[in-house]
């Protein structure tokens, strides 16, 4: 018992005098990887989809971990998306059509729990899990129609008039789980002090669940400013069954209702629950200090 204790002791002894704790913060860039279908382009020469990822922009990462012995360790890890725009619906020259442009960009939290192995003292690798804290997928859109205006009982208030239509949509995720890995090399400037760079990979689709409007407003050609309900209402009215506007008009407005609302939870009134992808591949600087 003596030699196994001791035995034991040993062992435990010297994966702590070689353990060591260390944190590190990191800056980067990430171009879209995985893409996947954000909407469509429709104009007059046809109709074409609209790809990209969310995941694309500008990442930051804060870092804390801690190595058993010299070659392998284990990390957990905060970071944000500064996400650049990415194009989910266009429509232009087609006369049956409202005119639009929409565009969505990516503003998240996330979390990564890694596993870390060094192939040399400069040289290492790490993969794991990774997920989203928080957050948004925010989408900004102009649409120009024209559009009479009608009440809550479908009586018209205002003749037809060119309008044009300004909103921010705010859409929020699931809870996803995704993978992250990365190979880098560090510069030692001293003991405890590093610099690094490295090439990292993330793979995470985030499924749409709810959404809210952030921001609205719409004018008319002849000044009056249109409500969020005057706008609603008129909707409710061109794509209901007893509306001859053609099926490709009604089915735009209806799309353009679901965005203006206040509130909706996607998967409900026929809607389906898109997955936003959020992978990407970029390249990180960080500094690293070991206590």
Do not use: C
């Amino acid at each position: 018992m003596k030699k196994t204790f001791l035995a034991v002791f040993t062992l435990f002894a010297s994966v702590t005098i070689q353990a060591q704790f260390y944190v590190s913060a990191t800056g980067g860039y990430a171009v879209g990887a995985n893409e996947k279908v954000l909407g469509s382009n429709v104009s007059s020469a046809g109709i074409s989809e609209l790809e990209g990822s969310y995941g694309e922009g500008l990442h930051t990462q804060i870092r804390g971990g801690y190595f058993f012995n010299e070659k392998v360790g284990i990390e957990l890890g905060v970071g944000y998306v500064f996400g650049f725009d990415q194009d989910i619906s266009k429509t232009s020259g087609v006369p049956s059509l409202p005119e639009s442009n929409v565009v969505g960009r990516g503003r998240a939290f996330g979390a990564s729990l890694v596993g870390i192995y060094n192939f040399t003292d400069k040289v290492y690798v790490r993969a794991g899990l990774l997920t989203k804290l928080g957050g948004k997928t925010e989408a900004r859109g102009t649409v120009n129609t024209t559009l009479p205006l009608y009440d809550q009982t479908g009586n018209v208030i205002a003749a037809p008039a060119p309008t044009s239509i300004d909103f921010t949509t705010n859409f929020r995720g699931e809870f996803p789980i995704g993978f992250v890995g990365a190979i880098g090399y560090k510069f030692p400037i001293s003991d405890n002090l590093s610099l690094f760079a490295e090439v990292e990979y993330m793979n995470i689709d985030v499924t749409r669940d709810t959404s809210d409007l952030g921001a609205f407003s719409s004018i008319r050609t002849d000044g009056r400013v249109v409500t969020r309900d005057e706008l609603a209402n008129t909707i409710a009215v061109l794509t209901s069954p007893a509306s001859s506007l053609p099926d490709s008009t009604k089915a735009s407005l209806s799309s353009l209702s679901y965005l203006i609302r206040d509130e909706f939870t996607w998967g409900t009134e026929g809607t389906i629950k898109p997955d936003a992808p959020y992978s990407s591949f970029g390249i990180n600087i960080g500094v690293m200090y070991s206590f």
